[in-house]
Nanobody, 114 residues
Framework: QVQLVESGGGLVQAGGSLRLSCVASGSMFSIHTMGWYRQTPGKQRELVATITSGGSTNYADSVKVRFTISRGVAKNTVYLQMNNLKPEDTAIYYC????????WGKGTLVTVSS
């Protein structure tokens, strides 16, 4: 089974930055598409950004100019550089691997204070 582990969340002031990391293990093959999603108690889980093994990216409009998703040298790792964070970015961030119905990590909490 594929397991995903996120790290890098924390408490930051508005305007600050964080870098989230996700490492996938348990697969002998490169994962074609990985991404980040986020969720707050009152909302549905939403897409933040995705990236393919070839480097193609897709971003939610709300983070397009502030966040950058990237892959590590090992293709089953993914990062999310978050700059100019806003209180609205506060959420649990989940790493996703698009295999079958999808694999999910346990999430890492990002809290942005104003």
């Amino acid at each position: 089974q594929v397991q995903l582990v996120e790290s890098g969340g924390g408490l930051v002031q508005a305007g600050g930055s964080l870098r989230l990391s996700c490492v996938a293990s348990g697969s002998m093959f490169s994962i074609h598409t990985m991404g980040w999603y986020r969720q707050t108690p009152g909302k549905q889980r939403e897409l933040v950004a995705t990236i393919t093994s070839g480097g193609s990216t897709n971003y939610a409009d709300s983070v397009k100019v502030r966040f950058t998703i990237s892959r590590g040298v090992a293709k089953n790792t993914v990062y999310l550089q978050m700059n100019n964070l806003k209180p609205e970015d506060t959420a649990i961030y989940y790493c996703n691997a698009a295999i079958g119905a999808g694999y999910w990590g346990k999430g890492t909490l990002v809290t942005v204070s104003s």
